[in-house]
């Protein structure tokens, strides 16, 4: 009796794990359309450069529609003010590309991430979560894996929270500490999503969500790179990380 009513609850328990994961996944589509249209591009525009427009990597809108998310290290130190260099965001806009100007508000070095303003209308923002994410969970990011390359399409991947980890490991030799690191292992640590899903060096600032709401849980930060940082494209890892959402919370806040 009791290994017939054990077979059935672990009957019962898998359909409903798989009923779950099945609803999940129709739900997907749904929510990729809703978070497509707030996804930008991050660069600068020179119009005496060619190309006028670079890009620099991925963002995301926030808030009242005018507040853009992306990391910090995405965003150019300096401008070419002498040229009048503006730093802003990349909209897709038929065939080519549309700039609009935004200014850096506000920056977190230590846990990477950017606030930018926008100028003119708003745009379609995503919402932030308010729990962190699980380890085990199931999760989607979405951004420009290869920038402007192939044109500025946004490209959505799946990723599972494989772990929660300290953000720097320390270095297993002295003798590989640079000043660099040393600087890093300073810091107060904080907690970082390691992810089982493959970015590409554009998705940096891309936003990591639920697929189910579309409520964003962190920001892709960075790839984790066998050898050079050109085999990223020809040979990723597989692991990415992100940057928990409530950093991006209290950067809202400054």
Same mark, same amino acid.
């Given at each position: 009796?009791?290994?017939?009513?054990?077979?059935?609850?672990?009957?019962?328990? %898998?359909? =409903?794990?798989?009923?779950?994961?099945?609803?999940? +996944?129709?739900? #997907?589509?749904? $929510?990729? !359309? *809703?978070?497509?249209?707030?996804?930008?591009?991050?660069?600068?525009?020179?119009?005496?450069?060619?190309?006028?427009?670079?890009?620099?990597?991925?963002?995301?809108?926030?808030?009242?529609?005018?507040?853009?998310?992306?990391?910090?290290?995405?965003?150019?130190?300096?401008?070419?003010?002498?040229?009048?260099?503006?730093?802003?965001?990349?909209?897709?806009?038929?065939?080519?590309?549309?700039?609009?100007?935004?200014?850096?508000?506000?920056?977190?070095?230590?846990?990477?991430? %950017?606030? =930018?303003?926008?100028?003119?209308?708003?745009?379609? +923002?995503?919402? #932030?979560?308010? $729990?962190? !994410? *699980?380890?085990?969970?199931?999760?989607?990011?979405?951004?420009?894996?290869?920038?402007?390359?192939?044109?500025?399409?946004?490209?959505?991947?799946?990723?599972?929270?494989?772990?929660?980890?300290?953000?720097?490991?320390?270095?297993?030799?002295?003798?590989?500490?640079?000043?660099?690191?040393?600087?890093?292992?300073?810091?107060?640590?904080?907690?970082?999503?390691?992810?089982?899903?493959?970015?590409?060096?554009?998705?940096?600032?891309?936003?990591?969500?639920?697929?189910?709401?579309?409520?964003?849980?962190?920001?892709?930060?960075?790839?984790?790179?066998?050898? #050079?940082?050109?085999?990223?494209?020809?040979?990723?890892?597989?692991?990415?990380?992100?940057?928990?959402?409530?950093?991006?919370?209290?950067?809202?806040?400054?």
């Amino acid at each position: 009796m009791t290994r017939r009513w054990f077979g059935k609850w672990v009957a019962a328990g %898998a359909l =409903l794990w798989a009923g779950s994961g099945l609803a999940q +996944a129709a739900s #997907l589509p749904r $929510t990729v !359309a *809703a978070v497509k249209p707030s996804i930008v591009g991050i660069g600068t525009q020179l119009q005496t450069r060619s190309p006028a427009v670079v890009f620099s990597g991925t963002g995301f809108v926030v808030g009242d529609g005018l507040s853009v998310i992306t990391n910090a290290h995405v965003v150019p130190d300096k401008l070419d003010a002498a040229r009048m260099e503006q730093l802003g965001v990349v909209l897709p806009d038929g065939a080519g590309v549309r700039f609009r100007p935004a200014q850096l508000v506000a920056l977190d070095r230590e846990h990477d991430l %950017a606030h =930018l303003r926008l100028e003119g209308a708003p745009l379609p +923002a995503l919402r #932030l979560g308010d $729990t962190a !994410a *699980a380890e085990g969970q199931d999760l989607a990011f979405t951004g420009f894996p290869l920038g402007m390359v192939l044109g500025l399409h946004p490209a959505t991947h799946r990723a599972l929270l494989a772990a929660i980890t300290p953000v720097m490991q320390p270095s297993l030799s002295a003798r590989r500490l640079d000043a660099r690191a040393v600087a890093r292992l300073q810091r107060t640590p904080f907690s970082i999503y390691q992810l089982d899903g493959t970015a590409y060096p554009g998705n940096s600032g891309s936003p990591l969500y639920d697929p189910a709401t579309g409520e964003v849980l962190g920001v892709i930060n960075m790839v984790f790179v066998k050898g #050079l940082k050109e085999s990223a494209i020809s040979a990723p890892s597989g692991i990415t990380y992100a940057i928990p959402v409530r950093h991006v919370r209290e950067l809202l806040q400054r």
